[in-house]
């Protein structure tokens, strides 16, 4: 049925682009001429948008007051590709500003900048430093051109009734039809691709066509250079995101993504209101939007999935004008008027204007709640998901994120059932992210730099179990790209136990991999704890490694160690295992406790016995001669077997504060976590601690059902429970 409504939306689509563009009044892209004198008349009225205007003319300003550059084309992340980036946003400010306040000094500016463009542009060949990608002229890679086209077209956009006809054809037969031809029949293959970088460029042709007047790119930017679909607008919105908006490649690209998503749909709307682009797909631009800012730590930050940066927020620029616009395009939401609190900031158009004038209607904002949630991965939703369960409010909120969706493609990392734990605002259990300075030249040009193969995308670098020290998939990535994880089961119902299990299975050669994850709150503890079940069965013996990428110092180790205090090796020469230096070793056949402090918190791992458990402390930084992999400790725990539960707790407690001099329960509460047993049917797990703090917990590992009675027999014990876990509190004898 999905597919019969989607060939119909594009015989639709098909009849209505035979229709020629309207002569219509410029601008006519993101902002219109009524729109600007409504926010001039409307600046002193609402602080938000008073401020965002004086930032945007602040920056504007000082741009027309310093001497013009379009300088040659140069490195990645050196001058010459920050000034055109710089240009091209300066123009599309100066264009905003023009259309709000008529003063011709900005429309000077932009064509000034115009015509120098004009006269660079037609004597540049393929940039020599593309590196692998599709190259640009003014860029490295084409990708930065279809972004200097996207904001480039909004300036030209602005200042087209002004220009003169010699000026327009000047600049079209000089700039805009050369970069046309160069993206949509030189390098169409990257205009087709389904990628990021793909909707980056139909949105720059899409946009550039509405300002010029030429259907024939429009209809290229929606459904692809041959027409039929198999490309182009629509069908990134149809492959890229789930039926839950997750996208595929991860958070951090979602919100780079959000960008020519909103900017081209919100073209669409303006120009060719007849498609509805806003409902396509179920509201797919809403829910991808929505799905983004789901995902990320009660900061604003996005979690670092897959290639990401461990800063990057919600004060990027595209989920400004995402969120904005989706304001404005599917109703009003005070969660998005929570994020605008972070944000301080609106977009200079109706969209900005409408949420400035509800902002300051309110007394306070309330913060964004987002909530506990499990997406869908895959274009059908079939393909795994990504989950996280919250507790708590504010910055001081526990968030457990697991990941068991799609691969990502290009920018994925081999990390099936990976987690990261957040609280006390920060990543306490993170994720390493990419290994990357991004537009730092110095380092590899700001490119992605070698060890982001070697090592941040390799499973070592995660929150998951590592076989026989080799990444999932032998680190191909066409095979992980053929291959997701399994949802298994997903209740929040109780805020006191919630739990997310996931399943893995092959990703190395005959092993079964399934992971639930707790978050669990009591009455005897002050913070929320993570409960991690992870079970691994083989046909054939295997070494197990459980990684626990952690930040700050360690405070104790409740085992024996080595230190490796005169020399130090790599714990191995492949599957990043290059890069990890061995600091100390251990070994262990009874309960493993493990103490460290960041911030002003305690954080303790408690993980159940295990017959000759190898303890291995590492840090990054091995074979990395240019010193580009951050130095980050890790804990290894590695076990020998064929069929492996891995069971760990990990408890937040006491208080640290180096000025006052205080320290406060440095020690854990829970002291025992035992295995009664595991099978294909269920696990079995005790948990005790101080004040006779005890918990059993059972989780089902057969088929989800998440009402059907359930038992099984460990030790001549039977265990009765009903669905698909079960947590019983003062269940256990604490033994005094």
């Known amino acids: 049925m999905s597919k019969y409504i989607t060939c119909c939306f594009l015989v639709v689509i098909v009849f209505l682009s035979v229709l020629p563009l309207s002569a219509a009044e410029h601008p006519s892209l993101i902002i219109t001429k009524k729109e600007g004198s409504e926010i001039r008349e409307a600046l002193t009225a609402y602080p938000l948008l008073k401020s965002s205007f004086d930032k945007m003319k602040q920056d504007v300003e000082y741009a027309v007051s310093q001497p013009m550059d379009v300088p040659l084309p140069g490195e990645a992340g050196g001058y010459e590709h920050e000034k055109h980036k710089q240009n091209y946003r300066d123009m599309q400010q100066a264009g905003i500003l023009f259309t709000i306040t008529g003063d011709v000094r900005y429309a000077q500016f932009i064509r000034n900048m115009l015509m120098a463009y004009a006269d660079l542009y037609p004597t540049l060949g393929p940039h020599p430093?593309?590196?692998?990608?599709?190259?640009?002229?003014?860029?490295?890679?084409?990708?930065?051109?279809t972004v200097w086209l996207t904001y480039t077209s909004q300036a030209y956009d602005c200042i087209y009734?002004?220009?003169?006809?010699?000026?327009?054809?000047?600049?079209?037969?000089?700039?805009f039809r050369p970069i046309i031809e160069w993206f949509t029949i030189d390098n169409a293959h990257e205009f087709d691709r389904i990628h990021n970088h793909g909707t980056w460029s139909v949105a720059s042709i899409g946009m550039i066509g509405y300002v010029i007047g030429d259907q024939n790119l429009v209809d290229m930017a929606?459904?692809?250079?041959?027409?039929?679909?198999?490309?182009?607008?629509?069908?990134?919105?149809?492959?890229?995101?789930?039926?839950?908006?997750?996208?595929?490649?991860?958070?951090?690209?979602?919100?780079?993504?959000?960008?020519?998503?909103?900017?081209?749909?919100?073209?669409i709307e303006r120009n060719q209101p007849e498609i509805g682009i806003y409902k396509y797909r179920d509201k797919i631009l809403k829910k991808g939007i929505y799905s983004a800012l789901q995902t990320t730590f009660p900061d604003g930050i996005f979690p670092p999935i897959n290639d990401a940066s461990q800063t990057m927020d919600i004060n990027d620029p595209g989920v400004l004008?995402?969120?904005?616009?989706?304001?404005?395009?599917?109703?009003r939401d005070t969660n998005l008027l929570g994020i605008v609190k972070i944000q301080q900031g609106v977009i200079l158009n109706r969209a900005g204007l409408m949420i400035a004038r509800d902002y300051a209607s309110l007394e306070t904002v309330p913060d964004s709640d987002w909530g506990?949630?499990?997406?869908?991965?895959?274009?059908?939703?079939?393909?795994?998901?990504?989950?996280?369960?919250r507790a708590g409010t504010g910055l001081d909120q526990s968030m457990v994120l697991l990941k068991y969706g799609v691969h990502g493609g290009g920018h994925g990392h081999f990390d099936k059932l990976q987690f990261i734990f957040y609280t006390q605002g920060r990543e306490v259990i993170p994720d390493y992210g990419f290994g990357r300075w991004i537009n730092i030249e110095p380092k590899f040009g700001g490119r992605y730099l070698p060890e982001n193969k070697s090592y941040a995308m390799q499973t070592i670098a995660h929150n998951t179990v590592v076989v026989d020290q080799k990444t999932q998939n032998a680190g191909d990535r066409k095979q992980a790209d053929k291959m997701s994880g399994k949802f298994h089961f997903f209740d929040v119902s109780d805020p006191s136990v919630q739990v997310i299990s996931a399943r893995a299975d092959d990703y190395y050669p005959g092993v079964k991999m399934q992971r639930t994850l707790f978050?669990?709150?009591?009455?005897?503890?002050?913070?929320?704890?993570?409960?991690?079940?992870?079970?691994?069965?083989?046909?054939?013996e295997h070494t197990y490694d459980y990684p626990l990428h952690y930040q700050g110092q360690v405070i104790t180790a409740g085992f024996e160690y080595q230190r490796a205090l005169n020399t130090q090796q790599a714990l191995g020469s492949d599957h990043g295992y290059e890069h990890l230096w061995g600091e100390a070793f251990g070994q262990t056949d009874n309960t493993v406790r493990f103490t460290w402090l960041d911030g002003s918190r305690f954080y303790s791992m408690i993980s159940a016995a295990s017959t000759g458990m190898e303890l291995i402390f590492a840090r990054t930084g091995a074979n990395d001669p240019q010193f580009n992999l951050r130095s980050e400790p890790m804990l290894i725990r590695r076990n020998k077997g064929k069929d492996f539960l891995f069971a760990t707790v990990y408890e937040p407690h006491g208080y640290f504060n180096e000025a006052a001099e205080m320290s406060e329960e440095a020690r854990p509460r829970i002291t025992d976590v035992k295995i009664i047993g595991h099978n294909r049917e269920a696990s079995v797990v005790e948990i005790t601690g101080k004040n006779n703090l005890s918990w059993r917990v059972i989780v089902n590992n057969g088929a989800a059902a998440a009402n059907e009675k359930k038992m099984v027999k460990f030790e001549n014990k039977t265990y009765s429970w009903q669905g698909n876990f079960l947590l019983e509190r003062n269940a256990v004898s604490v033994k005094k």
């Open 161 to 175: 009734d002004w220009l003169s006809p010699e000026d327009r054809a000047h600049f079209e037969k000089n700039i």
């Open 129 to 145: 430093n593309a590196q692998q990608q599709a190259p640009g002229k003014l860029f490295h890679q084409m990708l930065n051109e």
């Open 222 to 267: 929606l459904y692809g250079t041959n027409k039929t679909g198999e490309g182009g607008f629509l069908k990134q919105l149809d492959l890229l995101f789930s039926p839950d908006g997750y996208y595929m490649e991860g958070p951090y690209y979602t919100r780079y993504a959000m960008r020519p998503f909103f900017l081209f749909a919100e073209a």
């Open 519 to 540: 978050l669990i709150k009591d009455e005897q503890l002050k913070y929320p704890v993570v409960v991690d079940l992870y079970r691994l069965t083989a046909s054939d």
């Open 321 to 331: 004008y995402a969120a904005d616009l989706a304001y404005l395009r599917y109703g």
């Open 372 to 389: 506990s949630i499990a997406f869908t991965d895959g274009s059908d939703g079939t393909e795994g998901g990504l989950a996280i369960l």
